[in-house]
């Protein structure tokens, strides 16, 4: 099998991978840990934990993002607690149980299995 060419491209090679907190693997990946190991292999280095991602890249408008932007969620207290990849301007690919695609909008995520609103966006970084 031929190495992906995109970031995107090798973030749906993990499609259903299950949820792991703190695992960097196939066999289990957290959300952070799935960002961290995805970029590593285009060569770009991100920190850990979604809260220090966060920190790196430019900060992006809403209606202005585009595929391979990096979204932040925030927690009901205003941290930040989950991180996922736009593969076009209204889809994420995140890890949330699992490592599934899931519709973005301006409130955050909204899961396609249910329609709920899973997380709740914070901002929007181009690395």
């Excluded at 289990?28 to 280095?45: A, K, P, T």
């Excluded at 966060?54 to 205003?78: K, R, Y």
Aim: a negative charge; charged letters at 20%.
């Amino acid at each position: 099998m031929p190495f992906p060419t995109s970031i995107v491209e090798l973030a749906k090679d993990y499609l259903n991978t299950p949820y792991l907190w703190g695992g960097k693997s196939p066999f289990g990946i957290d959300c952070s840990g799935f960002m961290q190991v995805i970029h590593r292999l285009f060569d770009i280095n991100l920190p850990r934990d979604a809260y220090e991602q966060q920190e790196h890249g430019s900060l992006i408008t809403f209606g202005e993002q585009q595929t391979g932007d990096l979204v932040f969620f925030e927690n009901a207290s205003g941290k930040i607690h989950h991180v996922g990849l736009l593969i076009n301007e209204n889809e994420i690919i995140h890890a949330s149980g699992f490592v599934r695609i899931d519709d973005f909008t301006k409130e955050g995520i909204i899961r396609r299995t249910d329609g709920y609103l899973s997380h709740r966006l914070h901002s929007i970084k181009r690395i």
